[in-house]
């Protein structure tokens, strides 16, 4: 879509961790969980002002976006801009995390600073099916109580070491008819394998990874969200942020780029 002037509605936090909520109605009917917008936030064209925002939970008229905690500067000025300010959006752009499967068993893996970028995600999918969510514990950001989460969505805190991680997963892995992972840029390969040593053939509709780290221009000509993928080397802006595993990180075959 072309471009919007929306409008910050306020700041509010998960645990520690931040969230700007934005008032743009136009543009939320059209915004889905891994998509990301470009934001100007101030009346010029410099690059470290024009910036990359992911939406966490999303409304009728309004939606967050999430502020991590390894941060541009320029997000840092949105978290703290007053109620009403303008900002100029473009989008949204990137492949968004898939529909959910009506009546599908879905486990949503994330580790603790990256749950905000899926929380539009479990929003949806808690909707049409059910839903587990493992939290893996790397920087304790989050509280227990994890009260952003719809009610349907079954959560579990995970100490963050991967043996945990990975002994909680294989208790649900053949519940599951969909798997989404949110978290460090190696997390999609290391998924892969894992569920490959569970299960035949890696599907294509299985399993998904939204890679949020490095996206910083948006726009396919900064390379720092460069990631090795079986056929070679991808931008996450351009091809993702949201990966489906069995094309990118099947062990062999498969549909190329
Ligand atoms: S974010 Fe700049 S090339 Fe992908």
């Known amino acids: 879509m072309s471009g919007l002037v929306a409008h910050v509605a306020g700041q509010d936090t998960l645990g520690t961790l931040r969230l700007v909520r934005i008032h743009a109605p136009e543009l939320v009917p059209h915004l889905r969980s891994g998509h990301f917008v ?16 992911f939406p966490a939970s999303i409304g009728h008229t309004t939606w967050h976006t999430y502020v991590p905690p390894e941060t541009s500067f320029a997000l ?4 703290h801009m007053p109620t009403g300010t303008p900002i100029r959006l473009w989008g949204p752009y990137g492949t968004p995390v898939p529909p959910p499967l009506p009546g599908g068993n879905t486990v949503v893996v994330a580790q603790d600073a990256y749950v905000p970028y899926i929380l539009g995600a479990l929003q949806e999918y808690a909707r049409e099916g059910n839903v587990v969510l493992l939290v893996e514990e790397a920087d304790g950001v989050l509280p227990q109580e994890l009260s952003w989460l719809p009610p349907a969505v079954e959560y579990r805190h995970v100490p963050g070491d991967p043996d945990a991680l990975e002994g ?3 208790s649900v892995v053949t519940w599951a008819d969909r798997f989404l992972f949110c978290g460090p840029a190696h997390w999609p390969r290391y998924f892969a394998r894992w569920l490959e040593t569970r299960r035949l053939t ?3 509709g299985l399993a998904f990874a939204l890679v949020p780290d490095g996206v910083t221009c948006g726009l396919g000509v900064c390379d720092t969200c460069v990631l090795e993928v079986r056929q070679g080397r991808i931008r996450i802006c351009r091809k993702g942020p949201v990966l489906d595993l069995a094309r990118w990180f099947r062990s062999s075959g498969g549909r190329g780029a």
Do not use: S
């Not at 934001?39 to 925002?53: F, G, N």
């Not at 840092?76 to 978290?79: E, H, K, P, Q, S």
């Open 202 to 204: 890696l599907q294509p």
């Open 38 to 53: 470009l934001a100007r936030l101030y009346p010029t064209w410099d690059p470290y002002l024009r910036v990359p925002l």
């Open 168 to 170: 909680v997963l294989e």
């Open 76 to 79: 840092d000025i949105m978290a």
